[in-house]
């Protein structure tokens, strides 16, 4: 007779399903209770920077780079093209003002120009011909005039004798008659020659001014021609360092291409690179700061150039205090530059927690150092050193101003010391 089975009301694989099951509801409810709470983060103190909030004296500035270029450099083109014939010095060196850097050479130029001088001695042999007519001219006429006024006084004296004469019944009608026809026609002709003479006199003043004044432009344009002759012996214009020369024997330039550079190495100035958010912030007189040798030195923006190129333009500043000594051109320089007055604030230092939180929190320390909570804050203006806390924290409070890409997107910190 079979004995039937009591059948197991928990097998092994039901109590597997339930335990499985509940581990996962374990997992679930701790999700949910994480969730609601404040999630933290244990962090080793030693691996953070901790700042104290202080109050003080603050300025706006932006570090800048410059480099230190002489105090005014002059370009070297060529004035008229030729082929390089002479080249008298080295590039670096030391020139005074006039002295000869390179000779050109233009067989047209020079053809022009004893062209031009063959025409301007060609006008003068000219104009030495009509002067000499025109004083002949008026000699003749003068001649001329001496004879007619001449001839006028004879006729005067003939025709006063034959009044008397015919008054007197001395002399016929005819004779008086003719007397006073030849003193009229000598008074006409007198007049007439005066005339002539003058206009003669003008014309040969006129003709003469016109002439000089032919020989005036000619000579001028033969003088500016001399002068581009003269200019393809190419002379430093000032004093200073030839630099960037760029001509060698046997080698053509064209009219205006670039030969080289002179600096003025009597004192130097830096020019900087700002980035073009701050254009609008930048003027003449603002000044600049920097250390050289351990010791400060000011300068000021002198010139701005308003041409941006890659999001950055450039600005010239002069020294305020005189040149440092040993200072060299070509040199870099980090510069610190003041964007607005010094003033009372709350200042946070600067550091890597920015990049993370953008200056709208920070994680505050408590006040026994063993927990750092996300506290919001608004920040301000910066300078190289410190940023303008505007809200949110007060002198005295300390935060973690080191980098924050660690932390992940926690609430709290415990510190561990």
Avoid at 92 to 118: C, F, H, P
Avoid at 257 to 280: C, P, T
């Amino acid at each position: 007779m079979d004995i039937p089975l009591e059948k197991k009301r928990f097998t092994p694989k039901k109590i597997a399903m339930i335990a499985g099951t509940a581990i996962i509801g374990i997992l679930i409810l701790y999700v949910i209770l994480s969730s609601t709470g404040n999630s933290k983060l244990n962090i080793e103190k030693e691996r953070i920077t901790i700042n104290e909030v202080k109050a003080g004296n603050f300025q706006e500035d932006i570090p800048v780079n410059g480099v230190v270029l002489p105090i005014k450099t002059i370009y070297l083109d060529a004035m008229e093209g030729g082929r390089v014939e002479e080249r008298f010095v080295e590039d670096g060196a030391m020139m005074k003002k006039g002295e000869a850097i390179i000779r050109l050479s233009n067989t047209d130029l020079e053809l022009s120009l004893v062209n031009q001088e063959t025409q301007v001695y060609n006008l003068l042999t000219q104009i030495q011909r009509t002067q000499n007519a025109s004083r002949q001219n008026t000699i003749n006429r003068l001649n001329q005039l001496t004879d007619v006024k001449n001839s006028l006084k004879e006729a005067k004296r003939e025709f006063e004798l034959n009044s008397k004469l015919y008054e007197k019944g001395a002399i016929g009608r005819q004779d008086y008659e003719e007397s006073k026809n030849n003193f009229d026609y000598q008074k006409e002709r007198l007049e007439l020659t005066e005339r002539v003479l003058v206009q003669d006199s003008v014309s040969s003043k006129t003709e003469t001014m016109q002439a000089r004044e032919s020989y005036q432009r000619t000579r001028k344009a033969l003088e500016l021609m001399r002068k581009k002759v003269e200019d393809l012996v190419v002379k430093a214009p000032v004093d200073g360092q030839l630099t960037a020369l760029d001509a060698e024997i046997g080698q053509s330039k064209s009219k205006g291409e670039r030969l080289g550079q002179i600096d003025v190495i009597s004192s130097y100035k830096i020019q900087a690179e700002i980035d073009e958010h701050y254009i609008s912030r930048i003027f003449n007189g603002q000044i600049g700061t920097f250390t050289f040798n351990g010791k400060d030195y000011q300068l000021e923006i002198k010139k701005v150039y308003t041409q941006v190129s890659n999001g950055r333009f450039k600005v010239d500043m002069h020294f305020v205090d005189g040149v440092p000594e040993n200072i060299r051109r070509g040199q870099s320089l980090q510069i610190k530059l003041a964007l607005s007055q010094e003033k009372k604030a709350t200042l946070v230092a600067k550091g890597g927690f920015f990049q993370q939180t953008g200056g709208n929190w920070i994680f505050k320390i408590s006040e026994d150092g063993d927990v750092a909570y996300k506290t919001p804050i608004s920040l301000g203006s910066q300078n190289t050193e410190y940023y303008e806390v505007l809200e949110g924290l007060e002198p005295g409070d300390r935060v973690i101003t080191s980098s924050y890409s660690n932390f992940g997107d926690v609430d709290e910190l415990v510190i561990n010391n």
